[in-house]
């Protein structure tokens, strides 16, 4: 049995051995509740306190502004349905990409159906990038938020986040940029680029899972409702006692993304494009649901004409990667992102996405390349088997 070559690295990432070690001690001597006013609780809140800086730096942002949550899923929550509480009568329109994640999303439908707004999807391009003219069209003085994410988890898909964030501001808008696939892969500059809201979550950056922050600038957080409450923890944003152990493992993290960025993506952009090149070469049919340049340099998502994706999957059971993301599971609905680039749902189920990370070499590369090549021909096969008088995919294999 040879090893599972893991590709999946933008559903989550194995916990960095240097943030393990970082969080052990949070576990043990240094268990105090952070909130306690004693030496050892102060000591505790110190180490948060230093987290937050590390998190704060990875995206630009003031230390200030980061509010710890659970994951991005629960930062998204807060800062839409934060922000549609406050928001005046006449200005309750939140306006979406058509391909964000699930939980900004499904969070704007929710907030909108509970404060009485509405929302409105954002069209993208073929390649899976945002139509930022269709957002301008969009705009009017009934919007109160906007939202683009800064990269796509399925397609690695970059936005133009700084000029989605100008036309939003021009409206009168507050933006909202999920980060998540962003941080730790590519710059992001919240500060710079003037975005009101952020989310990330520390287990897309080889930190802990059930801990994430949403950025948000003092003056709009004191605007903001809380989603849970109780202690006050987090200025009132986020009361209950902090996951000091998953905060110090998520500002260790983001040191080791920002410090590791550039070699990352490099080594990554090459061992992707490896994966792209050895799969075109060797199959035909190969079509890749994404930018070629504005992409994420370790996502690479390719349909295979003909292959049913959920079929490869069970052929390959020696590589983990996903069709769709990892939260749909192995639902047989086509992905939205994909269907919202204007793939129909059989080539949205045709679609795999591999997404390469820290840990990945490039014997795993060659490897992985030779088990989907088979299994996608082993699927093929069948699917040609079992409709005799359908037309083979390859030119080069004419049925008798
Ligand atoms: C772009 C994006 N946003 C949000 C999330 C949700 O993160 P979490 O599961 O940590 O709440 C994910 C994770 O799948 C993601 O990829
Ligand atoms: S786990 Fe990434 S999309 Fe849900």
Known sequence: ??????????????????????????????????????????????????????????????????????????????????????????????????TEHKAVLAAAQDAARIHGGSVGLIRVLRNGTPDLDHLASLLSRNVVLVAVMAANSETGAIADVRRACQLTHSAGALYLCDVTQAAGKIPVALEAQEIDLAVLSAHKIYGPKGVGALVASRPLQNRMTPLIVGGGQERGLRSGTVNSAGIVGFGRAAAIAAAELATDADRLRHLTALLHRLLAEKLTGVELNGPTVTRLPNTLNLRFAGADA????????????????????????????????????????????????????????????????????HVRSLHHRSRPSSRAHTPTRTRA
């Open 1 to 98: 049995m040879t090893a599972m070559i893991y590709c999946d690295y933008n559903a989550t990432t194995p916990v960095d051995p240097r943030v393990l070690e970082a969080m052990l001690p949070l576990f043990s001597e240094d268990f105090a509740n952070a909130s306690s006013g004693h030496t050892a609780g102060r000591a505790v809140a110190r180490l948060v306190e230093q987290a937050r800086g590390q998190v704060a730096a990875l995206v630009g942002a003031g230390r200030r502004n980061v509010v710890f949550t659970s994951g991005a899923t629960e930062a998204a929550n807060l800062a839409i349905r934060g922000v549609l509480a406050g928001a005046e009568p006449g200005r309750r329109r939140i306006l979406v990409a058509a």
């Open 310 to 377: 959920d079929a490869v999957m069970t052929s390959t059971p020696q590589v983990a990667v996903s069709a769709g993301s990892a939260c749909k599971g192995s639902s047989t609905e086509p992905s939205h992102v994909l269907t919202a680039m204007g793939l129909d749902s059989t080539a949205a189920l045709e679609s795999l996405r591999f997404s390469l990370g820290r840990p990945t070499t490039e014997d795993e590369v060659h490897t992985a390349a030779d088990h989907v090549v088979t299994a996608v021909d």
